[in-house]
Each structure stands twice: as structure tokens, then as C-alpha cells.
């Protein structure tokens, strides 16, 4: 038999049985495009889209009415944006609530995970628990903390008083310090579930075998923590940085209930809202808000890099 023949009977026997990989393929690729569509469309249609008529407003002279005809600027918004003596602040308030949020939820997330990777006794009802912070959204966390911090009936002034602690009650919010601190508190209270559910599914990803092997050679938990776990979690921990950053930089709704628009306490997504809407600087506000998200890219590629690096 010719190998021209033996190719056709094969090829026959295949489509009789039904095996044609090339059509099911073929098929299969065509299906997942047409399932994908939909969620394109809305892509394009809520964030592209947007992003193609933001980019273009700033560009041109600021307008009272968005789609106005307006003169082109160039990048006039974007200096006049960073000239602004608010936005250097509100930067620099932005680092440190990134920098103090990651110093907290980092470690207390690791701690966490430690802790509930493993199966025991009612583990699922303390997961359930642990979600709750992260479930309720931002400005229902600061309305109930409000409530703690209020100067008047609040739970932290009341619990101080009665300990002895303070002598009469403290307005913790007019403090710049304290502001800081709490806010950073009540934001850490929403996000370390996730960063904690992060490094979970991290740990229950390295088999139990090396650790099974590492206790026959002696190593302690403590060695088996710094010399496994956490050289093989560092892709949830670069995963974790990303999204504890990019939600401090974009943290908003803690800071406008609990202390409003204030200078002392204004994050620069604050001061993108100050700019927009309460200024009226739509183009202005968008140039420092296109900033904004150019920065917190960076930021992601960054982390993305450095995994790379190490990893490699």
C-alpha cells in the first residue's frame, strides 16, 4: 500500500469515527470568539471608549460642557495640573497611605494565611468571617467607622475616657497624624481579606511533599516558612503588592466619608474629584487623572517585572 493511500484511508477513518481534530478545532476556535464578543463590546463600550474621549478632552482647552468644540492645548492641562501646589500634597499623602497600607496588610496577610491554610474545625465559618470586611463596599466601612471616630458619641473616645486614658474626648481626625493612621486602618480593614485569601491559594499551591521532605532533613517550621514557603509564594506576593498598591493610590471613599475633602487627609484621586467637579477643571482634571493611571500602570509593570526577574 502507498503511503498516498494509507494517508486517505487514515484521514477517512477519522471523519467516520468522528475524529476530525483540524474541524473540532477549527470549531472550537469559533465558538470562543463568538463568546468573547460580548465581553469586548462591553469593553469598548465602558472603558475604551471613555478613555478615547478622556485622552482627547485633555488635550484641549477646558469647556464648561464636555464635547464642547474647545481649542486644542496640548499637553497645557498636564503642567498646569502638576503646577498645582495641592497635587504635590495630595502625592505625597498618596505615598504614604501606599506605604503604610502595604506595611500592614503585607505581613498581617502572610500571618493570616499561615494561620487558615491549613484544614481544621470550623475554618470555613472564620473564612466566611474574614470575607465580610472585603464584601461590604468602601463607603459602608467608613459610615461604621465614622461612628467609632466620631468626637462626640464615638466608640474609641468613649472606651478611652473610661479607661482613663484620655481625659476628655479628641477630635482624632483634625489630627493629620492620627487622620492618617485611622484612615489607612479602615482601609486596611477592607483589603486584607483579599491579600490574605491571596496568599491562601498561594500556600495551598505548594505540595505537601516538600515540606514532608524537608522535616525528614530536620528543617524547622520556621526554616520550612522562610526557605519554601516564601520563595515559593513570591508570584502571590507580587500579585498581593499589586493590588494592596493600586488600591491604596486609588483609595477614595474612606477618605470622603471619614474626613471630607480635606487638605490634611486628601488622597490625588481626591484632588482629580476636586479638580472635576468642584473646580470645574474637566480638562485638567482629566489630565491629572490620565497621570494618575500612567503611574499606577507603572507601578503593576514594575512588579510584574521584578517577578520575572527572579523567577528567571
Request: hydrophobic share 55%; aromatic share 8%.
Amino acid at each position: 500500500m502507498t503511503t498516498g493511500s494509507t494517508s486517505g484511508t487514515w484521514g477517512s477513518a477519522r471523519r467516520l469515527l468522528g475524529f476530525d481534530l483540524t474541524g473540532s478545532a477549527r470549531e472550537g476556535a469559533n465558538l470562543g470568539r463568538l463568546l468573547v464578543l460580548p465581553a469586548i463590546a462591553f469593553t469598548a463600550v465602558l472603558i475604551i471608549y471613555p478613555l478615547i474621549v478622556g485622552i482627547n478632552t485633555s488635550l484641549h482647552e477646558n469647556v464648561p460642557t464636555i464635547n464642547a468644540p474647545a481649542d486644542f492645548v496640548g499637553l497645557e492641562n498636564y503642567t498646569n495640573a502638576l503646577k498645582q501646589p495641592s497635587v504635590g500634597s495630595s502625592a505625597v499623602q498618596t505615598v504614604w497611605y501606599v506605604l503604610l497600607a502595604l506595611a500592614i496588610e503585607i505581613p498581617a496577610g502572610l500571618a493570616i494565611a499561615a494561620l487558615l491554610h491549613r484544614n481544621f474545625r470550623g475554618r470555613g465559618l472564620v473564612m466566611a468571617v474574614l470575607i465580610l470586611p472585603w464584601a461590604l463596599p468602601s463607603v459602608v466601612s467608613g459610615v461604621l467607622w465614622r461612628r467609632v471616630f466620631d468626637p462626640d458619641s464615638g466608640l474609641l473616645n468613649s472606651a478611652l475616657v473610661q479607661l482613663g486614658v484620655i481625659g476628655e474626648p479628641h477630635v482624632w481626625l483634625a489630627d493629620k497624624g492620627w487622620a492618617t493612621l485611622f484612615i489607612v486602618c479602615v482601609h486596611v480593614w477592607g483589603m486584607l481579606p483579599l491579600v490574605a485569601l491571596v496568599f491562601i491559594a498561594g500556600m495551598q499551591a505548594i505540595p505537601d511533599d516538600v515540606y514532608a521532605a524537608s522535616a525528614v532533613d530536620g528543617a524547622t517550621p520556621w526554616k520550612q516558612f522562610r526557605h519554601i514557603t516564601l520563595p515559593l509564594l513570591l508570584p502571590s506576593l507580587v500579585v498581593a503588592l499589586v493590588v494592596g498598591t493600586v488600591n491604596a493610590i486609588n483609595i477614595f471613599d474612606e477618605i470622603y466619608v471619614l474626613n471630607g475633602t480635606a487638605l490634611n487627609t486628601r488622597s490625588i484621586l481626591m484632588e482629580v474629584y476636586n479638580q472635576t467637579f468642584i473646580a470645574g477643571q474637566f480638562a485638567q482634571g482629566l489630565a491629572l487623572a490620565i497621570l494618575v493611571g500612567l503611574v499606577t500602570g507603572a507601578l503593576a509593570i514594575g512588579y510584574a517585572m521584578l517577578l520575572r526577574r527572579r523567577t528567571v
